[in-house]
């Protein structure tokens, strides 16, 4: 029933979706370009962002409309971290909250870079970890039958999520890769980026990446998992559990994983026309403190 009722808000606010949209995506684009991004082992080198949207999503929530884009940037072609800048209704202002929203992917340490005066900071304190797939086969020869697999792979992982009222929301699997990884003579030779969502909207919950892998003159299917969202979550390969990432548990909560290889943090207040109401900042202490600005 969640479902097709979400389904169903969601098409019948098709149109004031796009428009919101359209007027967000600059704002959007101003957010993502404070943020300069690049690995321990290569500080001076800065990782390429690039300048459109990879993924647009929207949910239909009871505080109203959430609405935002993913923006990656790349090493060497690959993933290296993905940056979510969405925004809501708040409340008493005549605004949209904005929130950044991270996860890293490259497997080295990233370095992050904000200009100075910025009230939150994202600092990951390690890579992004793969496991070998196990049962996966031998990564074919060609890249189109290796996407082929790629999907088949990633069908093979399903995963739910618990609010904090301890709802379950099963999760589906996005069949179109985020991302498609360019083809590589070593290394990783091929990969993608899949995602699942909730039934609720289309706002991807966990991230899956799915690499052949080069190692020793041999070659392996990869897989690692990163959460992209506030609420609990659980995937399952094959129906055995894999991976989890449990807010209040021993290892996360809400704004960050225990690594920080995700993190989320409300920014600013501003109008649709990007006109600035308030600055945020998130503390442990105090929790989201808006700082109004004054009218000059």
Not at 22 to 32: A, D, G, Q, S, T
Request: glycine share 8%; with cysteine.
């Amino acid at each position: 029933m969640a479902f097709f009722l979400g389904l169903f808000l969601l098409l019948a606010a098709d149109e004031p979706v796009e428009s919101l949209a359209k007027k967000m995506l600059p704002v959007y684009r101003n957010e993502i370009a404070e943020y300069s991004l690049a690995v321990e082992s290569a500080p001076k080198q800065e990782l390429e962002l690039k300048k459109e949207p990879i993924f647009e999503w929207s949910n239909p929530v009871g505080q109203g409309l959430h609405q935002g884009v993913i923006f990656l940037w790349l090493r060497d072609g690959r993933p290296a971290a993905l940056g979510g800048i969405f925004s809501h209704p708040v409340p008493g202002w005549k605004g949209r909250k904005i929130l950044h929203e991270f996860h890293a992917l490259d497997r080295d340490k990233l370095l992050v870079r904000r200009p100075s005066g910025a009230l939150n900071e994202w600092k990951p304190q390690a890579g992004l970890a793969r496991k070998e797939l196990p049962d996966a086969g031998n990564p074919a020869a060609t890249r189109g039958a290796r996407l082929v697999q790629m999907r088949r792979l990633a069908q093979q992982f399903t995963g739910h999520s618990t609010d904090n009222e301890r709802e379950r929301w099963e999760l589906r699997l996005l069949p179109t890769p985020l991302y498609r990884y360019p083809e590589a003579k070593s290394g990783v030779i091929d990969g993608a980026l899949f995602s699942l969502t909730s039934s609720a909207g289309t706002d991807p919950e966990v991230l899956l990446l799915i690499e052949a892998r080069q190692k020793d003159g041999k070659t392996r299917w990869e897989y690692a998992c990163g959460r992209f969202g506030v609420i609990s979550m659980y995937i399952q390969h094959k129906g055995k559990e894999v991976w989890s990432s449990i807010l209040n548990g021993r290892s996360d909560v809400w704004s960050h994983d225990r690594l920080y290889l995700y993190r989320i943090y409300p920014e600013k207040i501003v109008t649709p026309e990007g006109k600035l109401l308030a600055r945020m900042r998130l503390t442990a202490k105090e929790g989201e403190v808006v700082i109004p600005v004054e009218e000059k």
